[in-house]
């Protein structure tokens, strides 16, 4: 029976949107890097293999965080008083400038990777920086962690600072290098085609990396109307353009292969109608559009309508890696959404959030962020035991205190894709 | 020179509304229990004190929360799926009713002491319930801490549960009976009145404790506007009333002595006028009113009109003790509401915030929560040095690093009027 082992402990997942699993004290099975099955009781064909107790501990599936900047995690909690465009100019651009040093790259990201594993997020999709060098470098640390991710190095050949910018070739040039290098080189890390956003990629650009993502099959990551500030830009720099949304659709950068578009806070009802044909993911970021004024993005509408949506911190127009906070921001928002919008947009509650964290976001991963079987073996051990609780709880709502209420020292263990992975040790 | 000591390390507070004072590596004397001065050097005449370095610490003041609810962090973090009046019913009533028991009590009340001392939340304005016996305990829990705070045994004589009422007669009874007992009792510990809100007080209990409120020059605390269903409910029982506030004002509790009113988020210009008048506090419960779907208080436009503000953390309305999260919350909501209102409600920036939570709150205190000169010496020490920073940073962009991403770890000494303050320990 090789590679077959089982957890033990009080499981909790959702296979549905909003629909919460639970099976107390109850086994996952894992075979290679796969869920077997979960039981309440185990069969005898599992007689023989090696069963870890975590006693009376909660089991959920990894944390999946579907947008952040890691060059920007040097920035956390930094600047937050401007709006996107004079953000970008005034504290991101000059951040990321930094990232063609590779020891200084090598410094940041090791701490970045560090602080996902201690927040419980098993996969996610980042964006490193225009520089070669230290893309390439992001996925071999992500890779020697052991945690998931689609790794991007971004695009950016015009209006940008004259410190941080590629010719339109020199872009395409480096991106197809990456993509040929790290297509199969690992199998929980892989490339992703990044364009910044339109602002900053010419469509000549666009055009190309569309090319590239058709040629090599990879997955596209961008931004997409996050605030009123780069929407009006972007109007000016493309007065032909049916929307936003059509301008990366022109260049099959939106959904020809499978394509994420953070924020999204501000998209009308054609571009809606388009990310739902072409099943285009929308990642959440609750955090960065509060703090850099964005506004709240119509998450019930997009989830109404079939948009796939997952959660995101954004680091850095978000300050919190954690996904409980993401969570819970996202939780509030919604909340003041559903007034806002006299109380149509019914607010998402804790069960359809969870689900956005786990299985939302992870299907962008395939099989991800579920228990079913099948799906990869990522999965957080969560011991609530020091939190403060004077009755008992179901494990719903043991799940909810510790999500509102806990931090990353109630994570005991995190696996990914069946290993259990330990803090990373960078040399 | 007799109870004379300094603090040195990293200096930051606010003695205008948004305006940092940062003294880096400067001494703060403190004699008695009070600041004595802020200096770069220390003067010949305290050649022989003893001087406490903190290093490179930043020293900042005490938070100060001014709207929680004691009892109600047994419920921490759950039932946050459903607006005010059925909030009550379903979680916080029932939660509340177990007030009774005294053990009880204790039990919840010294992990709450601990957890607030444990953030750094060194005066708080807080609700007990009904019961005068547990309403007394956790004043003396809190004098045996050594925080600083007002407590107020919560009235409540109509439209409550069976299992949490009183008459009005007992209700005005245990007050006073608690009024007399603990006015003077305890220098950092001071009772309050404490009417729940309107819909659970007759005109009469209202009108008794505006009495006794006069008679023993006692403050107030309640509840004002927080969401549209008890308004309507308010509106409902006194369709005689000009509007809510003038309920309490007609009542002698609106600011006749000093006056909290927690919310305030639906609050009509004629209340307003009557709050800048009879300077009533507003205690901002940014988290709590996001996930109880009030809404948005206009916090900018209190400020403007000069209604004093504080920062609340209205647990369990709010999700956290923490008031680093209550800051970042706020000025989340702050840049949410400046959008909803067509940018005319400029958002609050950390250091406007940062002064709400600490002079802004600390003046219904008195003279708390800064450290000019006669200010009670209350003071958090603050190590940065593990928090993720790649950088040379300014005082104020490591005071924001910790605001926005760091947590009790990072907060290694508390102080309140004087006295560094341990983990409390009740038997
Ligand atoms: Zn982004
Ligand atoms: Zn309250």
Redesign the interface.
């Known amino acids: 029976m090789k590679n077959m082992f089982a957890v033990k402990g009080n499981i909790i997942f959702t296979k549905e949107f909003g629909v919460y699993e639970v099976l107390e004290n109850g086994f996952i099975v894992v075979e290679d890097k796969y869920v077997k099955g979960v039981y309440s009781k185990l069969g005898k064909e599992y007689d023989n293999i090696k069963i870890i107790d975590y006693g009376n501990s909660i089991i959920i599936p990894g944390f999946v965080d579907i947008h952040l900047h890691a060059p920007q995690?040097?920035n956390?909690?930094?600047g937050?008083?401007k709006e996107l465009m004079p953000w970008l100019e005034s504290y991101t651009f000059p951040e990321e400038a930094k990232y063609s040093n590779i020891t200084?790259a090598k410094?940041?990201y090791s701490?970045?990777i560090k602080?996902l594993w201690k927040f419980g997020t098993t996969r996610a999709c980042v964006f490193a920086t225009i520089h070669k060098n230290s893309s390439k470098l992001l996925m071999d640390m992500f890779h020697e962690s052991g945690l998931g991710a689609f790794v991007g190095k971004v695009n950016m050949d015009r209006n940008s600072p004259d410190y941080l910018v590629e010719t339109t070739e020199a872009s395409l040039f480096d991106t197809e290098e990456i993509l040929k290098e790290y297509s199969s080189k690992y199998s929980l890390v892989k490339p992703i085609i990044t364009p910044r956003f339109v602002p900053t990629c010419s469509t000549k650009l666009l055009k190309g990396l569309g090319v590239l993502a058709e040629k090599y099959k990879v997955p596209v990551q961008s931004h997409l109307s996050e605030n009123i500030g780069e929407i009006s830009f972007v109007k000016e720099l493309h007065p032909e353009a049916k929307n936003y949304a059509s301008i990366y659709n022109d260049a099959g950068l939106f959904g020809n292969t499978q394509t994420i578009m953070a924020h999204c806070v501000l998209v009308d009802d054609n571009e809606i109608d388009l990310m739902v044909k072409n099943k285009v993911f929308v990642a959440h970021c609750a955090?960065s559009n509060?703090?850099?004024?964005s506004?709240?993005a119509p998450v019930r509408k997009f989830i109404n309508k079939g948009i796939p949506v997952g959660l995101a911190s954004d680091v850095s127009g978000g300050?919190?890696l954690s996904m409980m906070d993401v969570i819970?921001?996202s939780?509030?928002?919604s909340?003041?959404k559903?007034?806002?919008s006299d109380r149509n947009d019914k607010?998402l509650?804790?069960a359809e959030l969870f689900y956005l964290a786990t299985k939302g976001g992870g299907k962008f991963f395939g099989k991800v962020g579920s228990f079913e079987e099948g799906y990869e073996f990522d999965a957080l051990v969560i011991d609530d035991s020091d939190l403060?609780i004077?009755?008992a709880?179901s494990i719903e709502?043991r799940l909810?205190?510790f999500?509102?209420?806990g931090?990353d020292r109630n994570i005991k263990e995190r696996y990914v894709a069946g290993d259990n992975i330990r803090e990373p040790k960078f040399i």
Chains 1, 2 share one sequence.
């Open positions: 995690f040097a956390l909690g930094l937050l008083d200084y410094k940041v701490r970045l602080e955090n509060s703090n850099l004024t506004g709240i300050h919190s819970v921001s939780a509030q928002v909340n003041l559903y007034i806002e607010p509650n804790t403060p004077f009755k709880l709502e909810q205190k999500i509102y209420t931090d």
